[in-house]
């Protein structure tokens, strides 16, 4: 490519889901095969590609495929490593048909997003900020984890609003993301409280 040739358009993230649903040459889409496909967009595309499909309804099974890499994920990001996941989790996968169907909930919404989308405040996006959000969406994926009610939703919504700042560079995303985060652990610790005020209160009026 000479000096006056056009820099290559970089394809959207929507785009790279869809091509991946819709080729009839896979039977089942890996988590390794995603990995392989966001090459070069790093831990913004990863993180969201596993966060998403948590903030809308989908087959059962699903959050226990694309939950455990958010956590590898943000450990690796608070640690400065490049992303990586081990066999057991990577060889996980799911029917081309059903991954299709997720994708397609997923793109109209990632699609409207991406339009928003513009590099600004990339102090929120360096390296020495990078390790301070990791330890944040650590957080947020360690409560996604557990079997909470709204503990699912709210912060994989946080997760997917940091994960699009990420990927495109958008530094006032990756805050608004930090912020509903904050929100989210406030609900989900209302409701644990509320669960075990509950449990207490049968249990001591029980005997």
């Known amino acids: 490519m000479t000096a006056d040739d056009p820099a290559p358009t970089r394809r959207r993230l929507s785009e790279v889901l869809e091509e991946i649903a819709h080729d009839t040459t896979r039977h089942r889409i890996s988590i390794a095969d995603l990995i392989e496909a966001m090459a070069g967009r790093a831990f913004g595309a990863l993180l969201l590609i596993f966060a998403l499909p948590n903030v809308l309804p989908t087959p059962p099974g699903t959050s226990g495929i694309l939950g455990l890499p958010l956590i590898f994920l943000a450990a690796q990001l608070m640690l400065g490593?490049?992303?990586?996941?081990?066999?057991?989790?990577?060889?996980?996968?799911?029917?081309?048909?059903?991954?299709?169907?997720?994708?397609?909930?997923?793109?109209?919404?990632?699609?409207?997003?991406?339009?928003?989308?513009?590099?600004?405040?990339?102090?929120?996006?360096?390296?020495?900020?990078?390790?301070?959000?990791?330890?944040?969406?650590?957080?947020?994926?360690l409560v996604l984890a557990l079997p909470i009610p709204l503990g699912n939703m709210l912060p994989a919504l946080a997760m997917t609003i940091i994960s699009l700042g990420m990927l495109e560079r958008d530094g006032l995303w990756v805050i608004v993301g930090l912020l509903v985060g904050i929100l989210s652990l406030v609900i989900v610790w209302g409701v644990v409280w509320a669960l075990v005020a509950g449990a207490i209160f049968l249990i001591q009026n029980a005997f």
Do not use: D, H, N, Q
């Open 81 to 141: 490593r490049a992303p990586w996941l081990p066999a057991f989790i990577a060889t996980r996968s799911m029917e081309r048909t059903a991954f299709a169907a997720l994708v397609g909930k997923m793109t109209p919404i990632l699609g409207r997003a991406e339009k928003l989308l513009v590099p600004r405040l990339p102090m929120m996006i360096g390296p020495a900020t990078e390790r301070f959000v990791g330890a944040a969406l650590l957080i947020l994926a």
